[in-house]
């Protein structure tokens, strides 16, 4: 049975909405290897997170070799950084901070336009079509029979389905809006913790969970009208 | 508030799967998907994504040689310690 509920730290699963990242032991161990100038820990961390690093990157710019140098760059700052890095919160949210600025200011630079604030950002409104639902009594703000939702991943066994669909993912995000797109990625793509997001992107716990849920909530429709247009996933 | 309506519901749906919700809604939230099989759907719906968005994208790597170059400026700078 799901649970939907407040988890109580006793029974809390680690990650339960995506795997844990490194915990803070191992962290600092990482840290003190690093401080120590251990090469191999360090060719380990930058083979590790890049892959990640990476896929971040892309959301904010243009090319694959952009990104790539994104992450170099990062990766040179966060050597020149390491004597003053602090740690308070956690080597990942500092390595990842520098990566979302670098990369951010090069995206604005490739956008080579002022960015216009974004439209759909974060702020409240209906996630789904207010339409979708009945304005009169007794079931007012039910589905109508209409407006409910449409099945879209019949065969989940069918690899060629699956694929399909997570094209059809990978599509739809790339159309949300930027601070959606990377509080998603972030988060339920590569699997940072809301409070590791909300200090790489300077977010207020309550932004972060109305951009993830407005981000989900628009990834979720793309899909049911990608089906409905006979997209087929 | 109260969690009644399928409206309520999809909105709720997020720190539903954060399992952020109150322990009061939690429980409405389950009574009404246990009653209403199109919100039910909507929540599968919303988990499955999140279940696909995990790891999407190709494998993508660092080349090695800017890791070769990265691991020799480390090796420099920490030299220098």
């Given at each position: 049975v799901p649970e939907y509920g407040r988890a109580v730290p006793a029974t809390a699963t680690p990650g339960a909405s995506g795997a844990p990242?490194?915990?803070?032991?191992?962290?600092?161990?990482?840290?003190?290897?690093?401080?120590?100038?251990?090469?191999?820990?360090?060719?380990?961390?930058?083979?590790?997170?890049?892959?990640?690093?990476?896929?971040?990157a892309r959301t904010c710019v243009r090319s694959h070799a952009s990104a790539q140098d994104v992450v170099q760059d990062t990766w040179l700052a966060v050597i020149e950084g390491l004597d003053g890095f602090r740690?308070?919160?956690?080597?990942?949210?500092?390595?990842?901070?520098?990566?979302?600025?670098?990369?951010?200011?090069?995206?604005?630079?490739?956008?080579?336009?002022?960015?216009?604030?974004?439209?759909d950002d974060g702020t409240g409104g209906p996630t789904v079509d207010p339409g979708r639902f009945r304005d009169t009594d007794p079931w007012r703000r039910h589905w109508t029979d209409a407006g409910c939702p449409r099945?879209?991943?019949?065969d989940p066994q069918d690899a060629a389905v699956r694929?399909?669909?997570?094209?059809?993912?990978?599509?739809?995000?790339?159309?949300?809006?930027?601070?959606?797109?990377?509080?998603?990625?972030?988060?339920?793509?590569?699997?940072?913790?809301?409070?590791e997001v909300c200090d790489v992107l300077d977010l207020t716990p309550a932004n972060q969970r109305v951009l993830l849920h407005r981000a989900r909530a628009r990834l979720r429709q793309d899909l049911e009208d990608a089906a409905g247009a006979g997209g087929g996933a | 508030?109260?969690?009644?309506?399928?409206?309520?519901?999809?909105?709720?749906?997020?720190?539903?799967?954060?399992?952020?919700?109150?322990?009061?809604?939690?429980?409405?939230?389950?009574?009404?998907?246990?009653e209403c099989p199109d919100c039910a759907a909507y929540v599968a719906q919303v988990r499955w994504v999140v279940e696909h968005l995990r790891g999407l994208g190709e494998p993508d790597l660092l080349p090695a040689e800017r890791v070769d170059a990265l691991t020799e400026r480390f090796r420099l700078r920490t030299g220098r310690r």
């Open positions: 990242g490194p915990g803070r032991v191992r962290q600092q161990e990482l840290v003190a290897a690093l401080l120590r100038g251990d090469e191999a820990a360090f060719r380990h961390l930058v083979e590790t997170w890049s892959p990640a690093m990476l896929r971040v740690g308070e919160a956690g080597l990942r949210t500092w390595v990842f901070r520098i990566l979302l600025n670098t990369a951010r200011r090069r995206g604005s630079r490739e956008a080579r336009t002022v960015l216009l604030p974004e439209q099945p879209w991943h019949e694929a399909d669909a997570r094209r059809l993912l990978g599509d739809a995000l790339r159309r949300l809006p930027p601070r959606q797109r990377l509080v998603v990625v972030l988060r339920d793509v590569e699997g940072l913790s809301s409070e | 508030m109260r969690l009644e309506a399928c409206q309520d519901v999809v909105e709720a749906v997020t720190d539903a799967i954060e399992r952020t919700l109150d322990p009061v809604l939690a429980r409405q939230l389950r009574h009404h998907l246990d």
